[in-house]
């Protein structure tokens, strides 16, 4: 699908957090586990099957839950129309007009931050749309995104029209 892109949104990480992060946690897990049952089972006084397998396994969890709350429904693209946003996950677009967000909430304190879109009608992607907005350092301490505020602004303009 052709479409004119506006200004970008969402941050340019979220390729790497979504696809390479995920492969290199899990396979550094993976190494682990192996490096423990194969190296467990040498020398004349082996450490115990635990010691090894108990961080592989530990390794998995946290990497499973990061992956699934924070980074796997994140939106690949977000770009500002003007008056609507083109949501891009995956091969899939949508054009969520202004007027049918509902709500946005923004949360700073959580790697990647978070941008979550609540529709009033819910569009292909769901009742919400999240996404990791751009943002610098200045943005990581302070907990404010100047972009995210404009956006709060513009949809609430929207809503009153």
């Keep these: 699908m052709s479409w004119q892109r506006g200004r970008r949104v969402s941050s340019r990480q979220t390729f790497l957090l979504k696809r390479v992060f995920p492969l290199l946690w899990f396979g550094v897990s993976a190494v682990v586990l192996v490096a423990a049952l194969t190296l467990g089972r040498r020398g004349a006084h082996p450490p115990p099957l635990l010691f090894g397998l108990f961080p592989a396994l530990i390794l998995f969890g946290v990497g499973y839950v990061v992956v699934r709350r924070l980074v796997s429904d994140l939106a690949d693209e977000v770009y500002d129309e003007g008056d609507a946003l083109r949501v891009r996950y995956g091969a899939e677009e949508e054009r969520i007009p202004l007027e049918n967000i509902s709500n946005v909430s923004y949360t700073a304190f959580v790697n990647p931050p978070r941008v979550t879109l609540t529709l009033r009608q819910p569009g292909r992607f769901g009742r919400e749309v999240t996404f990791s907005p751009l943002q610098n350092v200045w943005h990581s301490l302070s ?19």
């Design 143 to 161: 907990g404010r995104n100047p972009l995210v505020l404009e956006l709060i602004e513009r949809v609430d303009a929207a809503r009153r029209r």
